[in-house]
């Protein structure tokens, strides 16, 4: 089993940024893939970015390319989403998601590919 852990939400200005965390602890040692996904009021979840266990590959939705970046530390078990010039529209919360993959380069982007998920942390963008 792993654990993942968000952290790093919060309420900021349109045009401010922010930088989540994502902690992995428990089961680690094997190869997986990470990725964002978000949840809005009224709306259904949705993936944001998405890394590989390498590092070497990302994926983003449109919505977020040019002003999100996704990264990972292996040796910290930890994910990181910086998020740059924040509108209304990012206001959600935030879950990171892990699944075992067997080839590190493997990128995931849909949410039902994921086997582990955080409990979310908010991000609210105020006008």
């Known amino acids: 089993q792993v654990q993942l852990v968000e952290s790093g939400g919060g309420l900021v200005q349109a045009g401010g940024s922010l930088r989540l965390s994502c902690a992995a602890s428990?089961?680690?040692?094997?190869?997986?893939?990470m990725g964002w996904f978000r949840r809005a009021p009224g709306k259904e979840r949705e993936f944001v970015a998405a890394i590989s266990w390498s590092a070497t590959n990302t994926y983003y939705s449109d919505s977020v390319k040019g002003r999100f970046t996704i990264s990972r530390d292996n040796g910290k078990n930890t994910m990181y989403l910086q998020m740059n010039r924040l509108n209304p529209d990012d206001t959600a919360v935030y879950y990171c998601?892990?699944?075992?993959?067997?080839?590190?380069?493997?990128?995931?982007?849909?949410?039902?590919?994921?086997?582990?998920w955080g409990q979310g942390t908010q991000v609210t963008v105020s006008s």
């Open positions: 428990g089961r680690t040692s094997g190869t997986y893939a």
């Open positions: 998601a892990a699944v075992s993959v067997s080839v590190p380069i493997v990128v995931a982007t849909m949410s039902g590919q994921y086997d582990y």
